[in-house]
């Protein structure tokens, strides 16, 4: 069984920082995706950013480019979200999910998902 354990998630005021972690266990994985999701109340969810473990090449959406970057560790199969700058728009649950390699940041789907942190930014 596949599991993802988000940690790292919490209350920060607007212009601060946070870094999420996400470890995946139950499973030896040698080539796969890794990516962020978030989900505001009320809004669709929406990916936030990708690592590729062969490689290492990262995607990002474009609203969170500079400010949010993804890194992995492939020792340790665990993936970060390190978030800086926040921005109150950014609060959001954000889930880890893991799923088959890519070639384009369009042909990844999540095979599975972490159960969320949620990332609160205060004004």
């Known amino acids: 069984q596949v599991q993802l354990v988000e940690a790292g998630g919490g209350t920060v005021q607007a212009g601060g920082s946070l870094r999420l972690s996400c470890a995946v266990s139950?499973?030896?994985?040698?080539?796969?995706?890794m990516a962020w999701f978030r989900q505001a109340p009320g809004k669709e969810r929406e990916f936030v950013a990708a690592?590729?473990?062969?490689?290492?090449?990262?995607y990002s959406a474009d609203s969170v480019k500079g400010r949010i970057a993804i890194s992995g560790d492939n020792d340790r199969n665990t993936v970060y979200l390190s978030m800086n700058s926040l921005k109150p728009e950014d609060t959001a649950a954000y889930y880890c999910?893991?799923?088959?390699?890519?070639?384009?940041?369009?042909?990844?789907?999540?095979?599975?998902w972490g159960q969320g942190t949620q990332v609160t930014v205060s004004s």
């Open positions: 139950g499973r030896t994985f040698s080539r796969y995706t």
């Open positions: 690592v590729s473990r062969s490689g290492g090449k990262t």
């Open positions: 999910t893991i799923g088959d390699p890519i070639v384009h940041l369009s042909d990844y789907k999540p095979d599975y």
